[in-house]
């Protein structure tokens, strides 16, 4: 089975630092997904990406950026972290453009203090 | 704008009971909904997609352009499927899922 993996299950960082949260997927799947996740707000997505150093936002990309230079690999950066950004980041990826299957990592959960 | 609604953040049904759990969409044009699931301390996982028209573990949603819902029903709830429910919406030639706010399933004995 597909197999998304998220760098960091928990993370705690202060307010202004710089966060990475990476993820790589083992399949060869074209598009990957950055969402967070809160209680009462589902799931927002913060930017997405079709294809090798392509990006999209999605409907919350502000204070995030991504990068894309491997198939394999998303990663996520806050610039400077604030608390607001306390949430559970889901990263997703799917083979094709019709989205026919999501596959999800398990999560990292980033406290800003 | 594409948007899911789930009204309910909870629903607590007792084991044997027949489950339906809301979703309603607004969309202009055709649309591809789907049910994702998250059981205690499990990753997110695709239920079922309305384009497949099947049932999984005896779930089953159909989708209703007239109003504009896909609720996902099962006539008898198990313990088993107490977990967190997403409705998603898929627009047209757009690459991403638009999630709803979730639903909490509880099922009790």
């Known amino acids: 089975d597909v197999k998304v993996t998220q760098s960091s299950r928990y993370l705690v960082k202060r307010t202004g630092e710089k966060v990475f949260l990476e993820c790589v997927q083992d399949?060869?799947?074209?598009?990957m997904f950055w969402y967070r996740q809160d209680p009462g707000l589902g799931l927002r997505l913060i930017y997405f990406?079709?294809?090798?150093?392509?990006?999209e936002k999605g409907d919350i990309p502000e204070g995030y950026s991504v990068s894309r230079e491997k198939k394999e690999r998303f990663s996520l950066i806050l610039e400077s972290a604030s608390t607001n950004q306390t949430s559970m980041y889901l990263c997703?990826?799917?083979?094709?453009?019709?989205?026919?299957?999501?596959?999800f990592g398990s999560g990292t959960q980033l406290s800003v203090l | 704008a594409q948007r899911v609604t789930q009204p309910e953040k909870l629903l607590s049904v007792f084991k044997g009971a027949p489950v339906e759990l809301k979703c309603n969409y607004s969309?202009?044009?055709?649309?591809?909904l789907f049910w994702y699931v998250q059981y205690s301390r499990q990753r997110l996982q695709l239920l079922l997609r309305?384009?497949s028209r099947e049932s999984i573990k005896g779930f089953t949603a159909d989708l209703n352009k007239g109003e504009t819902s896909f609720h996902l029903k099962k006539p008898f709830a198990q313990e088993e499927d107490s977990a967190m429910y997403y409705c998603?919406?898929?627009?047209?030639?757009?690459?991403?899922?638009?999630f709803g706010t979730g639903t909490r399933l509880q099922v009790t004995l």
């Open positions: 997703a990826s799917a083979k094709h453009r019709g989205l026919e299957k999501l596959f």
């Open positions: 399949m060869d799947h074209e598009n």
């Open positions: 990406s079709y294809d090798v150093k392509m990006k």
């Open positions: 969309y202009s044009g055709s649309p591809e």
């Open positions: 309305h384009i």
């Open positions: 998603a919406l898929k627009s047209g030639t757009a690459s991403k899922l638009t």
